[in-house]
Structures are given as C-alpha cells and as structure tokens.
C-alpha cells in the first residue's frame, strides 16, 4: 500500500505530490528517492523546479533532516538534481523522462475549417469594435463603481445603464418611457425567453404572454423555434414592398415586427401600415412586440423612429448591441408597458443569470460619453462603402441580378430567377463562400401568394463581416456563383 505525500509546509520551492511506497530495507530515504525519479521520469516535475528545502521536507515527513539531505545528495550525484550554494536545490535540464520519445505529444483540438469568405448575415465587423474606447470606459466604470456593484445585483439592470438607455433611445429612436420601465437582458432571444418561456424558457409555464403569435412570414429560424420550445404557436403574415401586411392580422393577440428593416428582406415598415397595426392594437387590446433590428445604421433614406413612440403602452420595444458593437457583449434591453415590468422582473429572479453588472456600467459610459454616437457613426460610414462595392460589382457582372433591402442594415437581397436559388447556394458553398438562400427564412407555413409577395427565390448576403483585404476577393467569387441571365 503506497503513502500519499504533500509537501505544503512552506511556500518555497514546487509543493509536491509524491507516492512514498511502505518503507522496505532502505527505509524512507530510498523510498524517497524512488519517489523523486518516478516524478522527474514521468514529466511532474519538469526541468528547473525549484524543490522545497531539507528542513521543510524533512518536517512534512517526519524524518532526520540528514534523510532529506542524502536522498537529495545521491538523486545530485546521479545527474537527476543540481545544487548550488544560494540558488537551492532543482531538478536537472538535462533530466529528461525515459520515455518522452515514445509519449504520444497532446495535440490541440482539430479547428474546423471555415469558409474562404463569410457573406453571412448579422454579423458586424469584428475588427471594427472601438477597443480602445470601450478599455477607456470600462476603466472609468470600474474605478468609478460603486462597492454595491461588487454584490448581488437587480434584475431590471444597473441604474445607470438604464438612465442613460432611456435619453439615448428617446433621442435616436423615438422611443417613449423612463428608467423604471427598461428591464436589462442578454439580447433579443433573452428577451422572447423571458416573455413567452418563463425563467427556464419551456412550455409556457408562468410566461408573461401566450400565443397564438402573429410574425412576418420571412424571419430567423432560431427565433420561431424558440417560441415553438415555448409552446407559442406562430402565425406568419405576408409581406410586399410595404413591408407586413397588418391589414391581414386575425385573432391574434401579439405581432412581432421589425420595422425599421425588416428582416432579411429589407425596408421600413410604410407609415399607414405603422397606424394601422396600432389602431389594431388598441382596438383589439393587442400587443405589438418591435425588434428594432438594424435601426442605427441607415444609408439612403432618413430615420425612422420607433413605433413604441406611437404607443408605449402597446408596443414592448426590444434592442441590443448586438450588430452596432459586437454579440460578445451579450448586452440587450427590453422597454415595457408599466404593466409588464413587474411580471418580468418575477421571472428573472433574485438569482437569474444576469449580464454582468460592470458590463452594463461599461455601456453606461460608453453611451453617455458620446463614443457610442461617434463609433455608429464610423460603421456606417463603412457599412455603405461596402455596401456600394457590392452594388457596383453585381451591376457590372451580374446586372440581371436584382439587388434589394440595402437602404438600411448589414445585408441585401439578391432576387434570382425563379428556380435557380438552391443551385446558387451550392455554386457558392462550393467556392466557399457562406451565405444563406431566402428560403431559409421564410416561415414554414407561409406559401407566396397575391401580388406583390416577396419573390421566392434569392440570397441574403451580408457585406460586413468579411476583413477590408479579403472583401474584393469575396465579391468576385460571389459574382461567379450567380446563375446566367
């Protein structure tokens, strides 16, 4: 039976884990020995470890400080230490494991290979977050921080953040409320958690609402089946060049919109239809659930405010920074008539997982000291330059090719003839290039139909993510990947 040892008597040289087997005829100082060659041959104690002090050893072991001092002495003689006067007692350069040549070398994980060029949606450009600018706030937030903070926190969210939310949104967006009615949260997909899943997101069980949801019939995957998860039955509207038909709306009780850019296809939502899908909100006493997707960046036409500012006791108006900074941040806001916060806010919890307190202070003075406005500002700026580089290549390559929604936003749509929009999908993949085909987008319920519907076939092409170098290189493969006029 082997005896376990620790060295922990002293924070001089490596603490040590050694097995001692049961004294034989050399007692402990072989057994010592034993113990030290079988540490260095297998790679534990590695090539220049300092090693704890005869007298610490000797105390953890219980054992003459002589027994410490031979075994060191001979494991010295036999090249497996060094000692010198001063500098103590270590393990060898020249001791290496007897087999280190047959070990098997740890590898990292295999990295999977990505696409040459990524003309995905919703992704920002990543070399473009304000680093210095954020590091600036964040230290100020930090030395500035209250000890509170250093606590438990309050699930609406800090204060702070809140405040300034409020004049911000006021300002940019339209939007209409005060601090008490913003709940912080890690984005839009937090946010249909908390409103429709409960705190554990499933069946519905204490949600704040239920279903049946109206949507538009083009959106994001990701989002129907979370409400799916939840038990929310979803009920697609058609869309045209007015964006959502809200004429259309039924027995619904809730519409989810994007209309500052409807998303994937592009374009605001027209102001009669914003009238109308108020006026059917009161008259029914709806809900209108505004993902205020793309709102910061605008290109060729003029701002267009909030709906929530229309009727904040009608309209939950949800936002994150999610493509004006970066998803990393996991930083969000949901803006809620006053008789949905405390609702919420029972959800949440006093122990929910949160976003990180000091993050939220960070944004506070990130958007309070004007470096928000001035870093939206430079991505747009560089979103349109992009953007324009796209327009000018199709034109010339592809001028068949219809390219729409690039008024506004992070993508365009790219209308292809009919039947062709599978092939061009793999045409892509297969100069890889990662991109999404409309398809993917549309509710699964939802069949075209009438005039004006969205045509069927197309490609929804992000132009941000990809670095400056590479966007040339990414634009020419695109263009090859078209089907012929």
């Known amino acids: 039976m082997a005896e376990t040892w620790v060295n922990s008597a002293e924070r001089i040289g490596a603490d040590l884990h050694l097995e001692l087997g049961l004294p034989g005829s050399g007692g402990r100082r072989a057994a010592l020995i034993s113990a030290l060659r079988d540490a260095v041959r297998s790679g534990r104690l590695t090539p220049g470890t300092l090693l704890p002090p005869y007298r610490s050893l000797a105390a953890d072991l219980g054992v003459a400080r002589n027994t410490v001092a031979d075994a060191y002495a001979e494991l010295v003689a036999e090249g497996w230490l060094t000692a010198r006067q001063g500098s103590g007692t270590r393990v060898a350069e020249r001791a290496e494991p007897v087999r280190a040549a047959s070990r098997v070398p740890v590898k990292a994980p295999p990295r999977a290979r990505g696409p040459r060029h990524d003309l995905r949606q919703g992704q920002p450009d990543a070399s473009g ?38 004049t911000y949104l006021a300002r940019a967006r339209g939007v209409r409320t005060e601090p008490g009615r913003i709940v912080i949260c890690s984005g839009f997909a937090h946010a249909l958690r908390l409103l429709f899943g409960g705190a554990s997101g499933s069946g519905g069980t204490g949600a704040v609402l239920r279903g049946p949801l109206a949507v538009e019939a083009y959106g994001l995957g990701f989002h129907r089946e979370l409400l799916a998860a939840a038990g929310v039955r979803t009920v697609p509207l058609p869309l045209d060049e007015d964006g959502a038909q809200v004429g259309l709306l039924g027995r619904e009780r809730a519409v989810l919109l994007t209309p500052a850019h409807q998303f994937p296809t592009g374009g605001p939502l027209h102001p009669e239809r914003r009238a109308a899908v108020i006026d059917w909100a009161r008259a029914r006493g709806g809900l209108i659930l505004e993902d205020d997707y793309d709102g910061e960046f605008r290109y060729d036409r003029r701002p267009v405010g909030a709906v929530q500012g229309l009727d904040p006791e009608r309209v939950i108006h949800l936002g994150s920074v999610s493509k004006s900074l970066s998803p990393a941040l996991r930083l969000g806001w949901m803006v809620l008539p006053e008789r949905y916060v405390e609702p919420v806010l029972a959800l949440k919890g006093e ?135």
Not at 148 to 161: H, K, N, S, T, Y
Not at 437 to 459: K, T, V
């Open 129 to 166: 977050f304000p680093r210095s600018a954020w590091l600036a706030s964040y230290r100020r937030a930090v030395q500035q921080a209250p000890n509170e903070v250093f606590g438990p926190g309050d699930p609406a969210g800090r204060a702070e953040l809140r405040e300034v939310l409020a």
């Open 351 to 485: 122990r929910e997982g949160w976003t990180s307190a000091l993050d939220q202070l960070a944004l506070a003075d990130f958007l309070g000291s004007g470096s928000y406005d001035r870093h939206v500002r430079r991505m747009r700026q560089r979103y349109r330059r992009r953007r324009d580089r796209l327009v000018a290549a199709l034109a010339t390559h592809a001028p068949h090719v219809e390219v729409t929604g690039v008024a506004a936003g992070l993508h365009a749509v790219l209308r292809l003839p009919p039947g062709t929009e599978r092939s061009a999908v793999k045409a892509a993949a297969w100069r890889g290039i990662a991109l999404d085909g409309l398809a993917e987008f549309r509710h699964p319920e939802f069949r075209e139909r009438g005039q004006g519907s969205i045509a069927p076939d197309g490609l929804v092409v992000g132009y941000a993510a990809p670095s400056e170098h590479a966007y040339g290189a990414a634009l020419e493969a695109l263009c090859e990947a078209l089907p012929p006029e």
